[in-house]
């Protein structure tokens, strides 16, 4: 078989409809197969999903173990020998799998390939990025990098034509032939959502590989399919995202290097939480986007609270939430 889609789902059962319908579509008897992992979405209505689509392979996690856990999950099941990991809020253009498959197999030199996404309205989306380091984890001065030296620091957000070599591209789109992805090690299980991707791009890139976006391939990405359910889930899963900001440089980066980075992101985070959080007294918790920030600074600061006390800077949804993974 040549290649595995390895769709993990928590509860974007709508979302994850359209993407099957298209893969359908896209593939009537194709050498492809389609694994979803479902993220223990616990909700009853995995089984009608798997009598829907009988053609495709879906497996339950016993627990929400996060992103990277799933995707383990699912290349453990896998038979290709070559993976796309797409996720459920993803609406593959017509021919761009097959696009994507054929470039990857004229540049075998690419280890990791991507595509550009766009929104619902046809705006690009942010899908690669130079990785961060002690100036661009700060908004204000990466976009001054990207004014005064746009072929080092490109802008995300503009369609680019051709093979473009980047430093990371998004795990919502993540093309890795089965080969690399075992050299590699996989996704690591250490962050429950957001950064793994760069962390698996930096770990490639460390050992010479190439990772790159296919411009002229499209999909569309409605994104938040699962982390944007509710208030709660949006304030867990930002607040995850700047938990695996420091999970990244307390991975990747170590002495000196590591303390300043650290800083770096906790100076490009807390005091603007910090002035939202103001605003939203001041507005009394009445706007939902003060609200929601000021939820993020509560579940951050317990974070800080629990790394003095453990060391462990892994969010505690990986602690709590990892499993086993399947054996076959």
């Known amino acids: 078989m040549k290649l595995s889609i390895i769709i993990v789902n928590y509860r974007s059962w709508d979302c994850l409809e359209n993407c099957l319908d298209r893969l359908a579509e896209e593939s009537p008897g194709g050498d492809w197969e389609v694994i979803v992992v479902d993220n223990h979405s616990d909700d009853g209505r995995l089984e009608a999903f798997a009598r829907q689509y009988p053609e495709v392979r879906f497996d339950e996690a016993p627990s929400n173990g996060g992103f990277g856990y799933g995707c383990n999950r ?8 070559l993976f796309l990991f797409l996720n459920p809020d993803v609406i593959p253009e017509p021919g761009s799998i097959e696009a994507l498959c054929a470039l990857k197999a004229a540049e075998p030199q690419v280890a990791i390939l991507s ?27 990466k976009f001054i990098l990207r004014r005064l030296f746009p072929g080092k620091y490109p802008d995300p957000r503009k369609s680019f034509a051709g093979l473009l070599d980047c430093d990371w591209v998004s795990g919502s789109v993540f093309m890795v032939g089965r080969d690399d992805f075992t050299r590699l090690g996989g996704w690591r299980p250490d962050y429950w959502m957001y950064v793994e991707d760069t962390d698996f791009c930096l770990r490639a890139r460390r050992a ?8 002229d391939v499209r999909m569309m990405h409605a994104h938040g399919g699962a982390s944007r359910q509710n208030f709660q889930i949006s304030v867990l899963t930002r607040t995850e995202a700047a938990i695996s900001k420091h999970v990244f440089v307390q991975l990747n980066y170590s002495g000196l290097n590591r303390v300043v980075n ?12 910090v002035l939202l959080s103001l605003v939203d007294l001041l507005t009394l918790r009445q706007v939902k986007t003060f609200r929601t920030r000021s939820g993020v600074l509560m579940g951050l600061l317990a974070h800080y609270g629990r790394v003095l006390r453990t060391g462990n800077w892994r969010s505690r949804q990986v602690v709590l939430k990892a499993a086993p993974e399947p054996t076959s």
């Open 74 to 81: 699912g290349a453990r099941l896998a038979n290709g020998n």
């Open 262 to 273: 650290h800083l770096c992101v906790f100076l490009a985070l807390v005091p603007k939480l």
């Open 208 to 215: 010479g590989l190439r990772v790159a976006l296919a411009g």
């Open 115 to 141: 595509a550009g996404q766009v929104d619902g309205k046809g705006r690009w989306r942010k899908v690669f990025d130079v990785f961060p380091n002690r100036l661009t984890w700060f908004r204000t001065t």
